[in-house]
Structure formats: structure tokens, C-alpha cells
């Protein structure tokens, strides 16, 4: 199970980013698939999810009417488009599935999402 996220980078306020997260050793929809950040300092947040199967999605209030979470099955990749972004937004994104867990394994009730195993992160930085 591996996941690779992409896409990040430095953009202004009010900016827009695309991430990518890639998915390998196992298919879309069968498994749910979560994005959380971590900025220096913070805890874990989880900010957005999208079910298996039936696909429904969910937001953290941090991000809802902002960001918005969608999956290309062929291409068995979760994107994660990011409008209005604000310099609190800069963190360390990553995706996860629930495809497979570790101790590091949480479940956030706010997106309701099972983030158990991911792979490395990209920065996005928010700043004039």
C-alpha cells in the first residue's frame, strides 16, 4: 500500500492549489480515502474524506466551501482542490487510507475518516 501526494507549493492568500494523492498496491473506491495537515507546532488535522464505494465526502469546518475532495477512479488518484487559501492553511498535507493501519492510526469523527497508513506529505506554504 503506498500513497504519494503532490502538488504543493508557495501561492498566495486568496490563491488556489491542486493536490494530488496517487494510490498503488490497491484500487479506488474500495477504500476511503482522508487528507490531514500538520503545521510546525500543531496537531494532526484532518480536514477532508471520501468514502469508499459510494463516494460520499466530508469536510473539517476549517476548510468546507473551500477545498474540495474528488477521486478519478481510472486514474486511481484523490485530488484535493484548494480555493481562498489562507496563511493559516500552510501546513504539511498529507493522504491517508484505510487500506491498512499503524500505530499512528487515528480516526478523526469531524471528517469521518479512518487515517491509517500514508505516505510522505507535500508543503504547501500560504504568504505574501
Known amino acids: 500500500v503506498q500513497l504519494q501526494a503532490s502538488g504543493g507549493g508557495l501561492v498566495q492568500p486568496g490563491g488556489s492549489l491542486r493536490l494530488s494523492c496517487t494510490a498503488s498496491?490497491?484500487?479506488?473506491?474500495?477504500?476511503?480515502i482522508g487528507w490531514f495537515r500538520q503545521a510546525p507546532g500543531n496537531e494532526r488535522e484532518g480536514i477532508s474524506c471520501?468514502?469508499?464505494?459510494?463516494?460520499?465526502?466530508y469536510y473539517a469546518d476549517s476548510v468546507k466551501g473551500r477545498f474540495t475532495i474528488s477521486r478519478d477512479i481510472a486514474k486511481n488518484t484523490v485530488y484535493l482542490q484548494m480555493n481562498s487559501l489562507k496563511p493559516e492553511d500552510t501546513a504539511v498535507y498529507y493522504c491517508?487510507?484505510?487500506?491498512?493501519?499503524?500505530?499512528?492510526?487515528?480516526?478523526?469523527?469531524?471528517?469521518?475518516?479512518?487515517?491509517?497508513?500514508w505516505g510522505q506529505g507535500t508543503l504547501v506554504t500560504v504568504s505574501s
Open positions: 491517508a487510507t484505510d487500506r491498512a493501519s499503524s500505530p499512528s492510526s487515528w480516526y478523526d469523527q469531524s471528517v469521518r475518516c479512518l487515517f491509517g497508513s
Open positions: 498496491g490497491f484500487t479506488l473506491p474500495g477504500y476511503a
Open positions: 471520501i468514502s469508499s464505494n459510494n463516494g460520499i465526502r
